[in-house]
């Protein structure tokens, strides 16, 4: 499902937060979301899922106008994996990847057997189906992270929407996420501050600067080392992946001090 936004500007407490945006991601897309601390990524997202409505502009899912429809109907084609839908819920693991049915349930004649097997099959998904019995309070932070995305994939999204994913997963779980993301082929549009995580698994990529984009375009057109110094004011070196072919970002502070010698 595509995902159109024109003209999007968000003004939180009088202060302007994302200024003129326009976006298109293609069905199928995943399109990561760039940009420093502040920069406008959460909000962004939060206009599409209907968290935060903009002062201007449209945002459409396909030829669903998000802010003109409810939030069930969005739910029905978008599901979204925050950082702030972690709680604290005293509910097992495998009741929580149930709330992604909600929206559905209305409209579905699965019955209770075939959503638990949906739910069940989510979890293997995400390598986490051998906690399903678990409180969720008591899972880890990265076991918790995988639950929540599982639920998010209950939910069947024809748009998937990422913010900040990988906090708290290993690195093993962090790759897993982005390719899952990448097998199932539904449009994502996710938030990351790994430059070279994003360059990996996103088709394009947007940066994001002060509420404006800046670059929008394939991962070597965006992430270049004068813009990434000029965004970020760190110095960077491309160099490209030996096997994958995919760019590998060297970071480093732009003017690191001499080191002080050591007695
Ligand atoms: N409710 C609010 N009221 C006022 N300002 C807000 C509110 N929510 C966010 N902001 C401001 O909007 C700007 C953009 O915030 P946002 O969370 O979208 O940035 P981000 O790019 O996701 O940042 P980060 O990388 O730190 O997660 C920030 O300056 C933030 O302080």
Do not use: F
Not at 98 to 112: D, K, N, Q, V, W
Request: with cysteine.
């Amino acid at each position: 499902m595509k995902v159109q936004l024109q003209d999007i500007t968000v003004e939180l407490s009088g202060r302007p937060v994302l200024s003129d945006v326009d976006l298109e991601v293609r069905a199928g897309e995943v399109v990561g979301l760039l940009g420093p601390n502040g920069s406008g990524k959460s909000t962004l997202l939060r206009t599409i899922y209907r968290a935060i409505r903009p002062r201007d502009g449209v945002v459409q899912l396909g030829d669903l106008d998000v802010w003109r429809s409810t939030t069930r109907e969005v739910a029905r084609h978008c599901a979204v994996l925050t950082q702030d839908n972690v709680t604290e819920v005293e509910l097992n693991v495998l009741d929580v990847v149930l709330l992604g049915r909600i929206p559905h349930r209305s409209l579905t004649r699965r019955g209770a057997g075939d959503d638990i097997a949906l739910a069940r099959h989510c979890l293997a998904q995400v390598d986490a189906l051998h906690l399903e019995e678990r409180m969720l309070p008591t899972l880890s932070g990265g076991e918790r992270q995988r639950v929540m995305l599982a639920r998010a994939l209950a939910q069947q999204p024809k748009v998937l929407l990422l913010d900040e994913p990988t906090n708290h997963l290993d690195i093993a779980h962090q790759l897993e996420l982005l390719s899952l993301v990448r097998r199932r082929g539904v449009t994502a549009i996710v938030a990351l501050h790994d430059l070279t995580l994003a360059a990996a698994y996103c088709d394009r990529l947007v940066l994001l600067e002060q509420g404006r984009v800046v670059s929008v375009g394939a991962p070597d057109e965006v992430l270049t080392p004068e813009r990434v110094a000029a965004v970020y004011g760190i110095t960077c070196d491309v160099l490209v992946h030996p096997r994958t072919g995919r760019l590998l970002l060297a970071l480093t502070q732009a003017e690191s001090p001499a080191k002080e010698p050591v007695e």
